[in-house]
């Protein structure tokens, strides 16, 4: 299995406050991605990076930031949860070594509870 | 605007018998394909991947098929096991190696023993 961490894995916070959830991978790969998932939409892609400091938006990126310092750590940021902004968020990683397309590994995922 | 589809919600089959798990995508420009298996509680986890030059592309008991004119590809299971119960993404990436990939809706397998 890859090596992904996310953390939290769990959080429950309230409308108006901000949070960050973190991504971390010792696989050493170029891309990494932000998804949520919620029922009824399958993953849907928020932010992705393509190496330190180079960020692009994905087709739900309303409400979120993400930053990558460092090539390991990829952090996504809610600078004022909604609750529209309650779901699973998964962190992705993959190689890209080749220009075609690579599977994208998954971490185990973060569940945001925002009241 | 859906690009990826997966139509059926869920699918119910005996142990022992054949899954066919169906996507269906509106964008001729994808030219890779990948199914992904998700358990309650845990990341997708990649499962197989067929490439358009390819109709096929079998692995142990899972087996992909791609029809372009159609523009569907199909996942089989066989034979399906109670483990197998798990929810199914079909996902997509464009000409020319896309980094992006785009998802369906998913698809809950139940395998009853």
């Known amino acids: 299995d890859a090596g992904i961490t996310q953390s939290p894995r769990h959080k429950v916070t309230e409308t108006g406050t901000p949070v960050t959830l973190r991504c971390h991978q010792t696989?050493?790969?170029?891309?990494m991605y932000w998804y949520r998932q919620d029922p009824g939409h399958g993953l849907r892609l928020i932010h992705y990076s393509y190496g330190v400091k180079d960020t692009d938006k994905g087709e739900v990126s309303d409400g979120y930031s993400v930053s990558r310092s460092k090539t390991e750590d990829f952090l996504l940021t809610l600078e004022s949860a909604t609750s529209s902004q309650t779901s699973v968020y998964f962190c992705?990683?993959?190689?890209?070594?080749?220009?075609?397309?690579?599977?994208?590994?998954f971490g185990p995922g973060t569940r945001l509870t925002v009241l | 605007d859906q690009q990826v589809k997966q139509n059926s919600p869920s699918l119910s089959v005996q142990e022992g018998r054949i899954s066919i798990l169906n996507c269906d995508y509106t964008n001729s420009m994808f030219d890779y394909f990948l199914w992904y298996k998700k358990y309650p509680a845990e990341g997708p986890t990649f499962l197989i991947s067929?490439?358009?030059?390819?109709d096929k592309n079998e692995d142990g008991r899972f087996t992909v098929f791609l029809n372009k004119s159609a523009k569907h590809l199909s996942l089989h299971i066989v034979p399906s096991q109670p483990g197998d119960s798990a929810v199914y993404f079909c996902?997509?990436?464009?000409?020319?190696?896309?980094?992006?990939?785009?998802f369906g809706k998913g698809t809950k397998l139940t395998v009853n023993p």
């Open positions: 996902a997509a990436s464009f000409k020319g190696g896309s980094e992006k990939l785009v």
């Open positions: 067929i490439s358009s030059i390819k």
């Open positions: 696989e050493n790969h170029r891309y």
């Open positions: 992705a990683i993959s190689p890209r070594t080749s220009g075609m397309t690579d599977t994208q590994y």
